[in-house]
C-alpha cells in the first residue's frame, strides 16, 4: 500500500474547523518573489527598532549555556517580573510566547460545556483556543471597531467560563478606559475569568484613561492578565510572554504547561530587557512619534482610520484588501490584510521607522490611484 492509498488519520472532530493561524510572509520570500531590493514588514506588529542592545549581549553570554535545560520555573525572570511589578511570584507564569498561555487558558478552562465569549474582530488566537478545546465560542459584534461591553455582559450565561478581551485590540487598535473596564468586571460573575491581554500595554500606557489590570485584581481575583516581550521589548522571535493571575488559577495552569516552555535564552533576554528602561522608553516614543504621522497621512489621502494605543493603525482602503494588500506587495511594502477577520475592506499597518512608513504611504497612493484609474 503506497501512502496515498492509506487513508489518512481522523483527527479529533473538534479540530476540523480549525484554520492554522497565518502568519506574515517573511521578508526573503516577498524579496525573491517580486525581485526587491528593500522589504518593509509593516505586518507584524513588531518593534521596527529592534531589541535592547542589553538584550542582545545576555544572549550572546547565554548561548555557550545552551546544553543546558532552562530553569523550569523562571526563578530569576519572575523574582525580577513581581519586583517591577509588585506583584507575587506565586502570581506569574511564563509562556512561550503569552500566545501559549492563552492555549493554557484555554485547556485548563474551556471545554464543550464551558463557553468563551470574546468580540468578533478581536484578536483570532481566542477562538482558536476554544476549537482547540472543543468549546462554542460567543463571539460579540464590536460597535465601530470597539468591544461591546454591553453586548457581552448580556451574553453571559451559566455555561459561560471564560471572556477575552485585548485592551488595545489587535487588529482595531482601540482601547476600553479605566472606569469602563472597572464597570464591566463588577458586573461579571466571579467565577467567569476574564482574560485582559495586554499585550501593547506599554505602548498603550502613556494615555492617561488607560486601565492597568494589575490594579484591579484585589477586587477582581477572576482577572487574569497577559502580558509580552513580543511588542515593546523587541524580543518577538525569542517566544517569552507572561500572565498575572491569583495562585489559584497560576497552578492551573501549571499543570497544563509543558515544563520548559520558557526557553533559556529567552529568559535571559527577557530580563535583560526588563532592566533596559532606556531602550523602552525610546520605542514607546518613536512609536507615538510613527502613529501619529501615519494617520495623519492616511487621512490625507481620504482614508478613514480608527484610534490606536498601539504599535499599529486600522485603516479602511475602500476596495478588497486581498487586492490592495498583493499591489503593496509588489512595491515591497508588506501589511496585513484583514479579510481573515471578517473585515474586508481593512489593512492593518504596523508603525516602522519614519522612513518605512513614508515609504507604506506613499506606495499606498501610488496603488489607490491605480487601482481608481482600474491600471
Ligand atoms: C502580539 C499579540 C500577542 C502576543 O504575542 P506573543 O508573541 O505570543 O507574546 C497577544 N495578544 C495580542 C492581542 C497580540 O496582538
Redesign the pocket.
Request: charged content about 25%; hydrophobic content about 40%; overall charge positive.
Given at each position: 500500500m503506497t501512502q496515498q492509498d492509506a487513508p489518512p488519520p481522523k483527527i479529533n472532530r473538534n479540530l476540523k474547523k480549525l484554520i492554522p493561524y497565518q502568519p506574515g510572509r517573511p521578508i526573503e520570500e516577498v524579496q525573491r518573489e517580486f525581485g526587491l531590493e528593500q522589504v518593509h514588514k509593516l505586518a507584524?506588529?513588531e518593534n521596527p527598532l529592534g531589541p535592547s542592545p542589553q538584550a542582545v549581549k545576555a544572549m550572546l553570554a547565554a548561548a555557550g549555556e545552551m546544553h543546558r535545560y532552562p530553569d523550569g520555573d523562571g526563578y530569576y525572570l519572575k523574582q525580577a517580573l513581581a519586583e517591577r511589578l509588585g506583584v507575587a511570584p506565586e502570581e506569574l507564569i511564563l509562556?512561550?510566547?503569552?500566545?501559549?498561555?492563552?492555549v493554557l487558558l484555554a485547556l485548563a478552562y474551556l471545554s464543550r460545556l464551558r463557553f468563551l465569549i470574546t468580540s468578533d474582530h478581536?484578536?483570532v488566537?481566542y477562538r482558536m483556543g476554544a476549537e482547540l478545546a472543543g468549546a462554542p465560542a460567543y463571539l460579540s459584534p464590536m460597535r465601530d471597531m470597539r468591544h461591546n461591553l454591553e453586548d457581552i455582559v448580556a451574553a453571559i450565561g451559566p455555561r459561560t467560563s471564560m471572556i477575552c478581551l485585548?485592551v488595545?485590540?489587535?487588529?482595531t487598535g482601540a482601547s476600553i478606559s479605566r472606569r469602563e473596564l472597572s464597570r464591566f468586571l463588577e458586573r461579571v460573575p466571579p467565577l467567569v475569568i476574564v482574560v485582559l491581554?495586554q499585550?501593547?500595554y506599554e505602548y498603550a500606557n502613556a494615555d492617561r484613561n488607560y486601565p492597568d489590570g494589575l490594579r484591579l485584581r484585589d477586587e477582581h481575583p477572576n482577572l487574569v492578565v497577559?502580558?509580552?516581550?513580543?511588542?515593546a521589548y523587541g524580543l518577538?522571535g525569542l517566544?517569552?510572554?507572561y500572565a498575572v493571575a491569583r495562585p489559584e488559577i497560576i497552578k492551573d495552569l501549571d499543570r497544563v504547561r509543558p515544563p520548559f516552555n520558557a526557553n533559556r535564552m529567552a529568559q535571559a533576554a527577557a530580563l535583560a530587557a526588563l532592566g533596559d528602561e532606556a531602550h523602552l522608553r525610546g520605542s514607546v516614543k518613536a512609536n507615538a512619534e510613527g502613529l501619529a504621522r501615519m494617520q495623519k497621512g492616511l487621512r490625507a489621502l481620504g482614508l478613514k482610520t480608527w484610534p490606536s494605543l498601539?504599535n499599529f493603525v486600522l485603516v479602511d482602503v475602500g476596495l478588497d484588501c486581498r487586492v490592495v494588500f498583493q499591489e503593496l506587495l509588489k512595491l515591497g511594502v508588506v501589511t496585513r490584510p484583514m479579510a481573515g477577520y471578517g473585515i474586508e475592506t481593512c489593512l492593518r499597518i504596523s508603525i516602522g521607522r519614519p522612513a518605512e512608513n513614508r515609504a507604506c504611504l506613499a506606495a499606498l497612493a501610488k496603488v489607490l490611484k491605480e487601482l481608481a484609474r482600474g491600471d
Amino acid at each position: 500500500m503506497t501512502q496515498q492509498d492509506a487513508p489518512p488519520p481522523k483527527i479529533n472532530r473538534n479540530l476540523k474547523k480549525l484554520i492554522p493561524y497565518q502568519p506574515g510572509r517573511p521578508i526573503e520570500e516577498v524579496q525573491r518573489e517580486f525581485g526587491l531590493e528593500q522589504v518593509h514588514k509593516l505586518a507584524s506588529n513588531e518593534n521596527p527598532l529592534g531589541p535592547s542592545p542589553q538584550a542582545v549581549k545576555a544572549m550572546l553570554a547565554a548561548a555557550g549555556e545552551m546544553h543546558r535545560y532552562p530553569d523550569g520555573d523562571g526563578y530569576y525572570l519572575k523574582q525580577a517580573l513581581a519586583e517591577r511589578l509588585g506583584v507575587a511570584p506565586e502570581e506569574l507564569i511564563l509562556g512561550n510566547g503569552s500566545d501559549e498561555i492563552m492555549v493554557l487558558l484555554a485547556l485548563a478552562y474551556l471545554s464543550r460545556l464551558r463557553f468563551l465569549i470574546t468580540s468578533d474582530h478581536a484578536f483570532v488566537r481566542y477562538r482558536m483556543g476554544a476549537e482547540l478545546a472543543g468549546a462554542p465560542a460567543y463571539l460579540s459584534p464590536m460597535r465601530d471597531m470597539r468591544h461591546n461591553l454591553e453586548d457581552i455582559v448580556a451574553a453571559i450565561g451559566p455555561r459561560t467560563s471564560m471572556i477575552c478581551l485585548d485592551v488595545p485590540c489587535n487588529p482595531t487598535g482601540a482601547s476600553i478606559s479605566r472606569r469602563e473596564l472597572s464597570r464591566f468586571l463588577e458586573r461579571v460573575p466571579p467565577l467567569v475569568i476574564v482574560v485582559l491581554d495586554q499585550a501593547y500595554y506599554e505602548y498603550a500606557n502613556a494615555d492617561r484613561n488607560y486601565p492597568d489590570g494589575l490594579r484591579l485584581r484585589d477586587e477582581h481575583p477572576n482577572l487574569v492578565v497577559l502580558r509580552t516581550f513580543s511588542k515593546a521589548y523587541g524580543l518577538a522571535g525569542l517566544r517569552i510572554g507572561y500572565a498575572v493571575a491569583r495562585p489559584e488559577i497560576i497552578k492551573d495552569l501549571d499543570r497544563v504547561r509543558p515544563p520548559f516552555n520558557a526557553n533559556r535564552m529567552a529568559q535571559a533576554a527577557a530580563l535583560a530587557a526588563l532592566g533596559d528602561e532606556a531602550h523602552l522608553r525610546g520605542s514607546v516614543k518613536a512609536n507615538a512619534e510613527g502613529l501619529a504621522r501615519m494617520q495623519k497621512g492616511l487621512r490625507a489621502l481620504g482614508l478613514k482610520t480608527w484610534p490606536s494605543l498601539a504599535n499599529f493603525v486600522l485603516v479602511d482602503v475602500g476596495l478588497d484588501c486581498r487586492v490592495v494588500f498583493q499591489e503593496l506587495l509588489k512595491l515591497g511594502v508588506v501589511t496585513r490584510p484583514m479579510a481573515g477577520y471578517g473585515i474586508e475592506t481593512c489593512l492593518r499597518i504596523s508603525i516602522g521607522r519614519p522612513a518605512e512608513n513614508r515609504a507604506c504611504l506613499a506606495a499606498l497612493a501610488k496603488v489607490l490611484k491605480e487601482l481608481a484609474r482600474g491600471d
